[in-house]
């Protein structure tokens, strides 16, 4: 049980490119989310997923896209890399259970620096 | 729509005495109400959380955060403070729907020190 996997840990991008964040949870859980971490600005959230083949838009959505095709994995796809979207980056997860005992587990984070 | 207030950036103590790292709400219904708290480049790990019952509730390390539904606050406190709990703590609120969304503070540092 390796609880919510995040991949990669560091990535140096350049403004322009476009990659995807990996994120996996081998604990059969139904929601996932992901959050970015700014100084002062604490977690906003930009994507959320109740479950697989559904997704909706968190607080600052615009320049992410997600899937979910299954319910182990949630990757978040940056199409054009910005400076703004200099980061880190936190995928987590949860049940409806527990959402009310304890909220998500997180991963470990992916700092990404787009230069 | 949900939001969490922490206004502080920063809270200062020295070791031994008592904390308080202050949260306010704002949510529609009956709020679930989160502390986390980050270690220097880790995740988050939950610290306690207020759903219902006592105003007082207790979490891991020895935090305790009391609930106040007409100020809508959620303080985290500690009678007595280690150097070890420098760290940055957040307060969150869960949806009220099925959408499982967890709004986040803005995150207070605590410094502890000796």
């Known amino acids: 049980n390796a609880g919510v996997t995040q991949t990669p840990k560091f990535q140096v991008l350049k403004t322009g490119q476009s990659m995807t964040l990996q994120c996996a949870q081998d604990?059969?859980?139904?929601?996932m989310s992901w959050y970015r971490q700014d100084p002062g600005m604490g977690l906003r959230l930009i994507h959320y997923s109740v479950g697989a083949g559904i997704t909706d838009q968190g607080e600052v959505p615009n320049g992410y896209n997600v899937s979910r095709s299954t319910t182990e994995d949630f990757p978040l796809r940056l199409l054009s890399a910005a400076p703004s979207q200099t980061s880190v980056y936190f995928c987590?997860?949860?049940?409806?259970?527990?959402?009310?005992?304890?909220?998500?587990?997180f991963g470990s984070g992916t700092r990404l620096t787009v230069v | 729509a949900q939001s969490v207030a922490q206004p502080e950036d920063q809270v200062n103590v020295a070791e031994g005495n008592p904390l308080t790292v202050k949260c306010t709400y704002s949510v529609s219904g009956n709020p679930y109400l989160f502390w986390y708290v980050q270690y220097p480049n880790r995740g988050l790990q939950f610290l306690l959380k207020y759903i219902t019952g006592d105003n007082l509730v207790k979490g891991s390390y020895g935090f305790e955060a009391e609930f106040n539904k007409s100020q809508t606050s959620f303080h985290l406190k500690k009678p007595s403070a280690l150097v070890s709990d420098s760290a940055l703590y957040f307060c969150a609120v869960r949806d009220s729907g099925n959408t499982g969304k967890l709004i986040f503070g803005q995150g207070t540092t605590l410094q502890v020190k000796p």
């Open positions: 987590a997860s949860s049940t409806r259970q527990a959402l009310t005992d304890y909220g998500y587990t």
């Open positions: 604990m059969n859980h139904e929601y």
